[in-house]
C-alpha cells in the first residue's frame, strides 16, 4: 500500500493530541509540521507494521524520504515525555472511560549481538532456547477495561554491572568448594539501576499522578512481583484495590503453627470443579482450592489460591493482598476484560 498523506482518522487523533497538549501544557503544543510530521508516521507504522524510516520512504513514492523524517525526530523539539500520558488521556476521554485494571508484565526484546547506541542493551536469558542473547528488557503497565486495553506507560530495566559481575564470580567460587567466609560479600544494590519491582511501582505512581480520576480497582503481576514491599506498596497508592500475583510452589506457609511448603499445604485436599469465562467470555473447566495463609515471606496473611486447568497436572498458586473477596472474584480477576464487564464473579461484584 502506498502513501502520501496521513490517514485522516491518524490525522484527526493528532490534532486532537495536540489541543490536549496546549491544554495541559500551554506553549508547548505541536507545530503545523511536527503535527503532520506524526501523523504521516504513524500511518507509515499502520501500513508497513514496523518503524523504519526507509520503508516509510518507500511508502510514500519518495515524497517523504528517510534523512528529512529521522531528521525531524532527532531534532524537533516535540515533548516526547507527555506524548505518551496525552495521548492516553485522548483515548480515555473519546471512550468515556473512568475505571479499569492495571496489568503489570515485563517483555524481553532481541537485537542485533554488537550494539554500542541501543538504550540500555545486556545480556538476556532467552527462554526459547535456554542460551544467552542481546536486547533490552522493558517493564510494561497496561491498562484493561470493558471496552480497549492499552499501554499506559513503560520503562527500560538494565541489571546493576556490579551485581551481575559479583554472581558470576560468586557462583564460579561457590562451584568450586569455596566456603562462604572465603567468598567476596555481596556489593550494595547502586540506585542508578533500579529493580523491576521499582520500576513497577514507579509507573503506577506516575499513572495515578497523570489519572487520578481513572479509578482502578484491581492490579495484576506476575510471579516476578510478588513481594511484600510490592504488593502493599501498589495497593497504598490507589486506595487498597486488590493486589494478584502468583507464587511460587517452594514458598512456605504457616500451618499449624510450622512451615510448610504451599505445594504439600495443597496437596492434603483436592480442588473443586469451576466454571470461569476467559478472553472472549470462553468458559473453562478449572479446579480450584483456596485459603487464607501467613505466607512467611511477607510477614503476613494473603488469599491464597491453588488453581489447575484442564489437562494440567500441575497447579498454579494465586495470592492477593485482599482478604475480604471470594475465590471466583479473585480467579476471574486473571482475566480482566471479562471481569470488568461485570460478570459473575467480576468486579462489578465488589
Not at 499502520?46 to 520503508?55: E, G, M, P
Not at 497508592?237 to 510452589?249: A, T
Amino acid at each position: 500500500m502506498f502513501l502520501k498523506t496521513p490517514l485522516p482518522f491518524v490525522k484527526a487523533f493528532v490534532d486532537e493530541l495536540n489541543t490536549t497538549l496546549e491544554t495541559g501544557q500551554p506553549g508547548r503544543g505541536l507545530s503545523r509540521l511536527q503535527r503532520l510530521w506524526l501523523a504521516f508516521c504513524l500511518t507509515g507504522i499502520l501500513v508497513t507494521n514496523s518503524v523504519c524510516w526507509a520503508r516509510f520512504e518507500r511508502a510514500s513514492l519518495g515524497a517523504y524520504s528517510l534523512a528529512a523524517l529521522s531528521w525531524i525526530f532527532r531534532n524537533a523539539k516535540i515533548p516526547w515525555e507527555s506524548l505518551l500520558q496525552m495521548s492516553v488521556t485522548v483515548i480515555l476521554r473519546k471512550y468515556g472511560l473512568t475505571q479499569g485494571a492495571l496489568a503489570v508484565d515485563d517483555s524481553d526484546k532481541k537485537r542485533c549481538k554488537v550494539t554500542k547506541r541501543i538504550f540500555k542493551a545486556h545480556t538476556l536469558k532467552d527462554k526459547t532456547s535456554g542460551g544467552y542473547i542481546n536486547g533490552q528488557s522493558l517493564v510494561l503497565l497496561l491498562l484493561v477495561t470493558p471496552v480497549v486495553t492499552i499501554p499506559v506507560g513503560f520503562s527500560f530495566y538494565m541489571p546493576d554491572p556490579a551485581l551481575t559481575a559479583w554472581k558470576k564470580a560468586d557462583q564460579a567460587l561457590k562451584t568450586q568448594g569455596t566456603p562462604p567466609k572465603h567468598r567476596p560479600p555481596k556489593p550494595a544494590r547502586n540506585p542508578a539501576y533500579p529493580t523491576k519491582q521499582e520500576l513497577a511501582l514507579h509507573l503506577l505512581e506516575e499513572f495515578r499522578r497523570d489519572h487520578p480520576t481513572i479509578m482502578v480497582k484491581m492490579i495484576l503481576a506476575d510471579a516476578l512481583y510478588a513481594t511484600q514491599q510490592f504488593m502493599d506498596q501498589a495497593s497504598r497508592l490507589f486506595g487498597g484495590p486488590q493486589v494478584i500475583s502468583q507464587l511460587r510452589k517452594n514458598q512456605n506457609v504457616r500451618f499449624r503453627g510450622k512451615l510448610i511448603r504451599l505445594e504439600r499445604y495443597f496437596t492434603q485436599s483436592p480442588g473443586v470443579p469451576q466454571t470461569i469465562k476467559i478472553r472472549g467470555e470462553e468458559e473453562v473447566r478449572v479446579s480450584i482450592n483456596s485459603a487464607r495463609l501467613y505466607i512467611d515471606a511477607h510477614h503476613t496473611k494473603r488469599f491464597v489460591i491453588a488453581l489447575a486447568y484442564e489437562n494440567e497436572s500441575e497447579s498454579r498458586y494465586l495470592v492477593a493482598s485482599d482478604l475480604s473477596w471470594r475465590t471466583l472474584d479473585i480467579v476471574q480477576g486473571l482475566h480482566p476484560q471479562v471481569a470488568c464487564r461485570g460478570v459473575p464473579g467480576g468486579l462489578e461484584s465488589e
